[in-house]
């Protein structure tokens, strides 16, 4: 089982739509939970760091449920430069070390 | 801007060649990475240095070979690369606070091409 899963989409939405992503994980000791957006052909870049109690930063709104290891990404009013591939990214207190990476879900916003 | 700096944006070598990919970072971080990245897949762990000691090296190749040579510098020599090892390389750091990792910064890497 890997150690976070994501639904690669791709996800094609119009824009000024809402979309949401989800993300898995199947450590409990996971400690710290991200969201990096990637373009084509570049680096990652982090997004928002996900805190316990839901974080939100302007039209992007980040979720941590414990209980069911899984964390989520609200896009709100989707602009056309929100199309991207963003990854879901944890790293867990027995190997801090060590990031590890959802497969990225891919966003289309469509004009 | 990117606050990782990687040299060179992009490398074409020969099987034969050797070279080396160099990652600064001037943030004080104490935790630095070196990614492989193939398209449409994310990023692939190669290793990692903590307080500049190796920390993780995921069985990578030994015609990869990292060295860490201060707090601040990264870098891969590359040595027999394989047409397979053409790849996006991407350097991250991140700070190391309580026991746990803050989020990782990643340069802009470096486009590999083997012939």
């Known amino acids: 089982r890997k150690e976070v899963e994501q639904d690669p989409g791709p996800f094609n939405v119009p824009e000024g739509a809402t979309v949401a992503f989800n993300c898995t994980y199947s450590?409990?000791?996971?400690?710290?939970f991200f969201w990096y957006r990637q373009d084509c052909r570049k680096e990652p870049k982090l997004l928002m760091s996900?805190?316990?109690s839901g974080n939100e930063d302007g039209r992007f709104t980040a979720q941590l449920n414990r209980a069911s290891q899984y964390i989520s990404l609200l896009i709100r009013d989707s602009k056309l430069s929100d199309s991207a591939t963003y990854l879901c990214?944890?790293?867990?207190?027995?190997?801090?070390?060590?990031?590890?990476f959802g497969s990225g879900t891919k966003l289309n916003v469509k004009p | 801007d990117t606050e990782v700096t990687q040299t060179p944006k992009h490398l074409v070598m020969g099987m034969t060649n050797k070279k080396s990919l160099k990652c600064e970072q001037h943030?004080?971080?104490?935790?630095m990475y070196w990614y492989k990245q193939k398209a449409k897949k994310p990023p692939e762990l190669m290793f990692v240095y903590s307080y500049e000691k190796l920390s993780i090296n995921e069985s990578v190749p030994s015609r990869f070979s990292p060295e860490c040579p201060n707090s601040s510098l990264l870098n891969l020599h590359l040595h027999a690369l394989q047409p397979e090892d053409s790849a996006l390389y991407l350097c991250a750091s991140s700070r190391i606070q309580g026991g746990s990792n803050q989020p990782q910064h990643f340069g802009d890497g470096t486009r590999l091409s083997i012939l």
């Open positions: 450590n409990s000791a996971s400690q710290s």
């Open positions: 996900v805190y316990s």
């Open positions: 990214v944890v790293n867990s207190r027995d190997n801090f070390n060590k990031f590890y």
């Open positions: 943030m004080g971080h104490r935790a």
